[in-house]
């Protein structure tokens, strides 16, 4: 079992940056795909960002792809999501992910797929 905690969050103009953390305990880090979701008022969880167990394969969602980068430090058991450009339509919750999986070829991107989330932290960006 893995613990997420998610930190970063903040309030930024339209075309700045954010650079959200996701920190993980309790379990072998190496060993979970991780994923990046965000979840707007009134609409349903969607996915962002995803990177593999060694961060050797990241994929996207075509609405950040180019301006968000997914990164991960396995000895700091730690996620990142770094955020430019920013558009107001990227203000929501967003939420860090994980689903014990080794695998360089299985990309996750449902909500069903990851097992364990964090509480979220909110990104509102302003125009």
């Known amino acids: 079992q893995v613990q997420l905690v998610e930190s970063g969050g903040g309030l930024v103009q339209a075309g700045g940056s954010l650079r959200l953390s996701c920190a993980a305990s309790?379990?072998?880090?190496?060993?979970?795909?991780m994923g990046w979701f965000r979840q707007a008022p009134g609409k349903e969880r969607e996915f962002a960002a995803g990177?593999?167990?060694?961060?050797?394969?990241?994929y996207y969602a075509d609405s950040v792809k180019g301006r968000f980068t997914i990164s991960r430090d396995n000895v700091k058991n730690t996620v990142y999501l770094q955020m430019n450009s920013l558009k107001p339509e990227d203000t929501a919750v967003y939420y860090c992910?994980?689903?014990?999986?080794?695998?360089?070829?299985?990309?996750?991107?449902?909500?069903?797929?990851?097992?364990?989330w964090g509480q979220g932290t909110q990104v509102t960006v302003s125009s």
């Open positions: 992910a994980a689903r014990n999986l080794i695998s360089n070829t299985v990309r996750l991107t449902r909500t069903s797929e990851y097992r364990y």
């Open positions: 309790g379990s072998i880090f190496s060993r979970y795909v």
């Open positions: 990177i593999n167990w060694s961060g050797s394969d990241t």
